[in-house]
């Protein structure tokens, strides 16, 4: 396999003859014909693991089912945090994965016989038509094949108003609410949000009892639980659709943000334009607008590992399919960056529909919930209101002091947990850097046959005058650009993370929770 070629000074440090018997060999680096392969450690990992270690001490056996014995070790509270991960990484895989939403139909289906309308149907039409008109409006926009900045940025914002309107209005963050419970809204039930089992018969487990069956009771619990699952079906596709369009958005305000990252032409390029006696701007004055729809198409509708590739045709200006190392950082990052936006969004909004304590529900139980605690088929009549600010759908129930502070203290401390994840993972957990640096070193690729090119490039039109002084010519090494089929074959074994960006975030603010 080749590798880069190392530099002058890497190469005089190689040729100094050492003692392999006195020391283990750790390694070659990356930048040289060697291996370059980094250790997994986490202080994170070995914490957890630690958790279970003291658990097997106690007696719990957790070699069957691992990490999932620490859902159990929880309190009851401590569960509803861990069950609202799970929630948010249901959604987030189903659009990670680039899965049809195909739960509406479903619901549709089941219900019928029903006269009754699906919960969050009216936020996800609104969001899928919002979707339809920002489309509408880059398919009127991309007449022009390349946008100037001014019409960059003037269809970016317009794009985040049309998106912003389906949307729920942005939660006031310096002074939430306490105690407010909105069942019409699909996010109300994202701890709901399971792994189908094939040995529970829905979200309440096996409803078989083990005595008599077929009685009132018995048949009154299956009802509810059929009715439950429409409940959680519904809610899941509606918020599939609005997480979809959070991400749209989050694109657009990345866009929107990003210009002189995205036209900034890099120093390699710079220098080869000067060889090739070509003049070149070191900025781009307009970017290509059929490129940002497909960005945005890739979004709306495929996976992960699409929305990279097209970052990567966004940033490969002159469409020969190559780009540079730094050029490389740019795509992940920009890959990245909308899904933690999104996901900030659908947490904050998560938590003005629904308490994360059930002190702000007006329970003394600990371990009871609102799906539990009530009866199932008033909340499904109340999550069809035609008003969803009506009381019968949204009530803020009125706490004591000490219930109030209890439930915005467990908020601020789930928020500040959460956004240290999305800090912290990719940049730590993951080590994205080092990964990127090492997928680039090792990649097999064919320009410039994989070796450093070495230029004289003329600088007495850079210098000037000066040129007499410093000399009007300099050498330059240029490192090869690398195609994203070499990236991806690299990728695919060194960088899966970014097959499923926001299960990656959902996973580790699970393990942050633990």
């Known amino acids: 396999m080749a590798r880069a ?6 190469q005089a440090a190689a040729a100094t003859p050492t003692d392999t018997s006195k020391a283990p060999a750790w390694g070659v680096d990356s930048n040289t014909a060697g291996g370059g392969v980094w250790a997994q450690t986490s202080a994170k990992k070995d914490k957890l693991n630690e958790l279970l270690t003291e658990l097997n001490a106690e007696g719990v056996d957790t070699g069957a089912r691992g990490m999932e014995t620490l859902d159990e070790a929880a309190s009851a509270q401590e569960k509803l945090d861990l069950e609202f991960a799970d929630g948010l990484k249901m959604v987030v895989k189903c659009v990670d994965d680039g899965m049809k939403n195909n739960y509406a139909d479903e619901a549709s289906k089941d219900n019928a016989n029903s006269a009754t309308s699906l919960l969050g149907e009216e ?13 509408q409006l880059l398919e009127s926009a991309s007449s022009l094949e390349e946008w100037e900045k001014p019409k960059f940025e003037a269809t970016m914002q317009e794009a985040i108003r049309i998106l912003s309107t389906a949307l ?24 709901e949000f399971v792994e189908n089992s094939e040995e529970s018969s829905g979200p309440g487990g096996d409803v078989s009892s083990g005595g008599d069956t077929g009685t009132v009771d018995d048949e009154e619990m299956e009802r509810q639980l059929r009715m439950l699952d429409g409940v959680v079906s519904q809610a899941f596709s509606s918020s599939v659709d609005l997480y979809r369009t959070l991400l749209l958005r989050a694109t657009a305000q990345t866009l929107l943000e990003n210009w002189d990252t995205i036209t900034t032409v890099t120093s390699g390029d710079i220098d080869r334009a000067a060889v090739a006696k070509t003049a070149i701007q070191p900025q781009r004055s307009t970017v290509n607008a059929k490129e940002v729809q497909k960005l945005f198409g890739c979004y709306s509708s495929e996976s992960s590992q699409e929305w990279v590739q097209s970052w990567w045709n966004l940033i490969d200006a002159d469409g020969d399919g190559l780009i540079d190392e730094e050029e490389l950082t740019t795509v992940v990052d920009f890959a990245i960056k909308p899904v933690h936006l999104a996901l ?18 007006g329970s003394n139980e600990t371990n009871d919930w609102f799906l539990g605690g009530e009866n199932i088929s008033d909340i499904h009549a109340s999550s069809e209101s035609s008003d969803p600010s009506s009381s019968e759908s949204s009530a803020i129930k009125k706490l004591s002091w000490r219930d109030r502070r209890r439930e915005l203290k467990a908020r601020k401390a789930l928020t500040k ?38 230029i004289l490039v003329d600088a007495s039109d850079e210098w000037g005058a000066a040129s007499s002084i410093v000399g009007s010519k300099r050498f330059v090494e240029l490192e090869p650009k690398i195609s994203y089929a070499e990236f991806r ?9 970014l097959d499923h960006i926001g299960e990656e975030v959902a996973m580790s603010f699970k393990e942050d929770l633990w």
């Open 5 to 10: 070629v190392p530099t002058t000074s890497q």
């Open 123 to 135: 936020a996800s039409l609104a969001a899928k038509d919002a979707t339809k008109q920002m489309f």
């Open 168 to 191: 729920p209005s942005d939660p006031n963050l310096k002074k939430p609410e306490a105690g407010l419970l909105d069942t019409s809204h699909p996010f109300c039930y994202v701890r």
């Open 344 to 361: 900030t969004d659908m947490v904050n909004m998560s938590l003005e529909v629904c308490p994360l304590r059930t002190a702000a529900l």
């Open 417 to 454: 947990t959460f956004a240290a994840t999305l800090e912290r993972h990719f940049r730590d957990q993951v080590e994205v850097p080092h990964r990127l640096r090492c997928i680039y070193a090792w990649a097999e690729k064919s320009h410039q046959d994989n070796k450093l090119d070495s």
């Open 489 to 497: 074959k690299e990728q695919e074994s060194h960088f899966p993370h």
